[in-house]
């Protein structure tokens, strides 16, 4: 059986807009910067269906 294709694009956009609020913080915040890795990591492998 063929498992049913999900939908990956939610995850990409949270992906792309978890980069830019990573380089506003890292604008604004400086080394504040680290606390939206988790986000980029875990929504970037999400989107390419590794989670």
């Not at 949270?14 to 890292?26: C, I, R």
């Not at 604008?27 to 910067?33: A, V």
Request: with cysteine; proline share 2%; hydrophobic share 55%.
């Amino acid at each position: 059986m063929q498992a049913a294709k999900k939908s990956r694009g939610k995850y990409w956009v949270g992906f792309l807009l978890s980069v830019v609020v990573f380089f506003v913080v890292y604008h604004f915040g400086g080394g504040y910067c680290s606390m939206i890795l988790p986000f980029n990591v875990t929504l970037f492998a999400m989107a390419l269906d590794l989670m």
